[in-house]
């Protein structure tokens, strides 16, 4: 059954992966057609034959399912509408191309790519726009035929009339293009492919499509296609166009700047909904001040009123920050076996003997998730965490020099053997309570307790809680960094 409420659809093509520029423009069309009961299209724009696949497709439609973006048609699921990829559409275009050419909207041109470069260095000489001069667009059926024998095969171009066109924008209100800016434009190539003007016209048409929201890099666009709805005799869909996203030095966001594709987001352990909340304040506004909002959330408040006009800026900070805020408020189970997953990719976490354990995986998630912004984070600091070897800060080369220092990291060092792999001995060894007795017993007690036993498990002046600290690290790895502390400390120092 067909949504009553408004058509929109996200097309793009399956040349590569999902831009996070490409994942907004779904991310708005997904909005505008859930608030508003209507429907949300996927179409494959593949006539780039060459650069297109159906895996980068299936590429693009699993980032958009990781999003969580759902569509209603598409060229996986059908629709009313099929089909929805564009090679599958040829028939369509040709058939509108045959019109045009009917009712004299459209010529043959045998411009060669030579030709056509040369009169475009003529016009930047004289600093004029680079537009097609119409150099075919009044043949004779003789100089047609002439061209024809040379074996040139020709393109069919759109003649623009000479007047103003305006568009009225949804988010940049009326855009003018002064007469004579644009050339006539090619709408069906030499070799017979439809360009994205003419394939986009006819299949937003045929789809119902009522709103077009798309990046701002089409506005270009969007005369030429609103020529060609009044050619047809098509009724042309509204028009809103989203300004694009730049990187931190107002520069178009590039690989230069860091990740630009969802899939790599997803492989830096990003949450989708941490994504997907950012990019949605990228260029939209709620209204107010909140800055978290799930995905029915963004239903709710969304509206094309509240998109800005202004290019928005990609903060690479501002969305750890998010990644890290989702991460931390997981559900409690779910966390804790998404920490030890990515754990588990370092080779001396996953050989730990207790990695399979539950208690120990919830101390992970203690010691790891108020720490982490990326999961990818995870493997490298778990590593660094259990170190067999650890190297001493400069700052903490005097902590085991006082005896009493010394008698205490020593105590501990027994007790951790004495309980070796009995994981309640030692848990009932390290806790808070248990570590100031073992203070007490050698006379220490504050800075003068906790640092040196810091020292000579850790290296590091500050850290984790130590009653956490020692019983995720285990007696058998705190044991081990000790007997080594002590023996840095036994060997003589250079003058």
Sequence with gaps: MIAKGPRVRFAPAPTGSLHVGGARTALFNYLFARKLGGALILRSEDTDSARSSLESEKVIQDDLRWLGLAWDEGPDIGGPYAPYRQTDRRERYALAAARLMEIGRAYPCYCTPEELDAARKAAETQGLPPRYPGTCRDLTAEQRTERE??????ALRFPVPSRDIYVEDLIRGSVHFPANTIGDFVIVKSEGLPTYNLAAVVDDAEM??????????????TPRQVLLYEALELPP??????????????????????ATAVAEYRAQGYLPEALINYLALLG??????REFFSLADLVDAFSLERVGKSPAVFDHAKLRWFNAHYVRRLPDVERIQLIADWAGQSPIVAALPTFNDREWRRLLDQALTEHIHELSDVPRDASALFAQDVEPEASMADALADPAARRLVEDLAAQAEAAKSDAAVWSAAVTREAILALGARHGLKGRALFRPIRAAVTGSEHGHELPLLLALLGPRLVARRIRQSLAREDRPRSA
């Design 149 to 154: 024998r040379e074996g040139r095969k020709p």
């Design 208 to 221: 119902e499509i009522s709103h077009v929201i798309r990046g701002d890099e089409h506005l270009p666009n």
């Design 237 to 258: 869909p509204l028009f809103a166009h989203v300004s694009m996203i730049l990187a931190p030095d107002h520069q178009k966001l590039s690989k230069r700047h860091g």
């Design 284 to 289: 939209w506004s709620p209204g107010d001040d």
